[in-house]
């Protein structure tokens, strides 16, 4: 999948990716939040489809050659574990960079949505084979509930109080708004944000790889399982596009995009990627870690934001996720890491 290159170019990539995360995740998140509010769209919607799935096309892309390759350790280790860090990891450091707040609808149906979906993969692999049929099952799963919750989402965002505070300017005027010149420059900006979301996805995917290929590259000459790479390495790196977009959005507190990227980017990792990668080559030979570890290590993580998003002295308005939790969500991040990594070089 990737090919071996020489030290010198593999450390060249890891540097140049970082610089391009660096610049390429506010220029996505900017784009993105244009697009939502000129499209009247909810940010969590636009956080969920556009930047959660746009920042997981790594880790499709990278299940899917594993598995025609048949390294099927590999394909679902980096899907689970993608999924580990997307909550693990990139909520607790954003909730420390500034506290998240958590709509109702978020704490209530997507958290214990995900782990339904956890607990339907471990469900399908339960044999220890990945059929065409169980794949073809994940697809459609993703086909209907994605569109479903979207639907509700954006059906009850509006009576629901805002999760972000409402930026301050004079609303347009009618007479503004009948002006051809007005409409003209709002096509602009719209324009601009768009290439701005497009360049910044392009950007994100290409430096994301450059990583992974040069941690890839060290990971084999090291000599470790393709399992461990692909919970560890090739999940973390593939996983840095959300993290880079979800560090953007917490400076600048734009809470329903750190967590529509996370919702969005998992409800993806274990129907799409998973679905599309067994469906091509069906996963067989597989560790039996992925389902005493992984996948009960995603189902708890995925509980985890129903838990700590909830606010349960008043259910229907807004709860948080205050620094403390992503403290505490980041140090089971480092612990499981520590346990695949003693377990797999066992």
Same mark, same amino acid.
């Given at each position: 999948?990737y090919t071996?290159?020489?030290?010198w170019?593999?450390?060249?990539?890891?540097?140049?990716?970082f610089?391009?995360?660096?610049?390429?995740?506010?220029?996505f998140?900017? +784009?993105? @939040?244009s697009?939502?509010k000129a499209?009247?769209? @909810?940010?969590f919607v636009i956080?969920m489809v556009?930047?959660g799935f746009?920042?997981s096309?790594?880790?499709l892309c990278?299940?899917?050659m594993?598995?025609?390759?048949?390294h099927s350790? #590999? *394909?679902?280790?980096?899907a689970?574990? *993608?999924c580990v860090f997307?909550?693990?990891?990139?909520l607790g450091?954003?909730?420390?960079?500034?506290?998240?707040?958590v709509?109702p609808m978020t704490a209530?149906?997507?958290?214990?949505?995900?782990a339904a979906i956890?607990?339907?993969?471990?469900?399908?692999?339960?044999?220890?084979?990945?059929s065409r049929?169980?794949?073809l099952?994940l697809l459609?799963?993703?086909?209907?509930l994605?569109?479903?919750?979207?639907?509700?989402?954006?059906k009850? *965002?509006?009576s629901?109080p805002?999760?972000e505070?409402?930026?301050?300017?004079?609303?347009?005027t009618?007479r503004?708004?009948?002006?051809?010149?007005y409409?003209r420059?709002g096509?602009?900006r719209?324009?601009?944000?768009?290439?701005?979301?497009?360049v910044?996805?392009?950007?994100?995917?290409? @430096?994301?790889?450059? #990583?992974?290929?040069?941690?890839v590259d060290?990971?084999?000459?090291?000599?470790v399982?393709d399992?461990?790479i +692909?919970l560890?390495?090739?999940?973390v790196g593939t996983?840095?596009p959300?993290l880079?977009?979800a560090?953007? @959005?917490?400076r600048?507190?734009?809470h329903?995009?750190?967590l +529509?990227n996370?919702v969005?980017?998992n409800?993806?990792n274990m129907?799409a990627?998973?679905?599309?990668?067994?469906?091509?080559?069906p996963?067989?030979?597989f560790? +039996?870690y992925?389902?005493?570890?992984?996948?009960?290590?995603? #189902?708890?993580?995925?509980?985890a934001?129903?838990v700590?998003g909830?606010n349960w002295?008043?259910?229907?308005?807004?709860?948080?996720f205050n620094?403390f939790?992503? #403290?505490?969500w980041?140090?089971v991040?480092?612990?499981?890491?520590?346990?695949?990594?003693?377990?797999?070089?066992?």
């Amino acid at each position: 999948m990737y090919t071996d290159i020489p030290f010198w170019l593999s450390i060249a990539m890891m540097a140049g990716g970082f610089v391009a995360l660096a610049w390429s995740s506010d220029t996505f998140v900017d +784009g993105a @939040s244009s697009v939502a509010k000129a499209l009247g769209i @909810s940010p969590f919607v636009i956080g969920m489809v556009i930047i959660g799935f746009g920042t997981s096309a790594p880790e499709l892309c990278v299940s899917v050659m594993s598995g025609l390759s048949d390294h099927s350790n #590999l *394909s679902l280790g980096n899907a689970y574990g *993608s999924c580990v860090f997307n909550i693990a990891a990139i909520l607790g450091i954003a909730s420390m960079i500034r506290p998240l707040a958590v709509k109702p609808m978020t704490a209530l149906v997507a958290g214990p949505a995900l782990a339904a979906i956890s607990l339907g993969s471990m469900f399908v692999l339960r044999d220890g084979v990945g059929s065409r049929g169980e794949a073809l099952m994940l697809l459609g799963m993703f086909a209907v509930l994605l569109p479903l919750y979207c639907w509700f989402d954006q059906k009850t *965002s509006g009576s629901a109080p805002d999760a972000e505070p409402q930026e301050k300017g004079r609303p347009p005027t009618a007479r503004m708004i009948a002006d051809p010149r007005y409409r003209r420059i709002g096509r602009m900006r719209l324009a601009i944000a768009c290439v701005k979301l497009v360049v910044g996805l392009a950007v994100l995917v290409g @430096s994301s790889h450059m #990583l992974v290929w040069g941690a890839v590259d060290f990971a084999r000459a090291v000599g470790v399982s393709d399992l461990m790479i +692909g919970l560890t390495i090739v999940a973390v790196g593939t996983s840095l596009p959300e993290l880079a977009a979800a560090i953007a @959005s917490a400076r600048r507190g734009k809470h329903e995009f750190v967590l +529509g990227n996370i919702v969005g980017s998992n409800f993806f990792n274990m129907l799409a990627v998973v679905g599309l990668a067994t469906s091509i080559s069906p996963a067989k030979g597989f560790s +039996g870690y992925i389902l005493s570890r992984d996948l009960p290590m995603t #189902l708890a993580l995925s509980l985890a934001i129903t838990v700590f998003g909830v606010n349960w002295r008043r259910p229907r308005e807004n709860g948080s996720f205050n620094r403390f939790e992503g #403290l505490l969500w980041f140090l089971v991040f480092l612990a499981y890491t520590t346990l695949v990594i003693i377990q797999e070089t066992h």
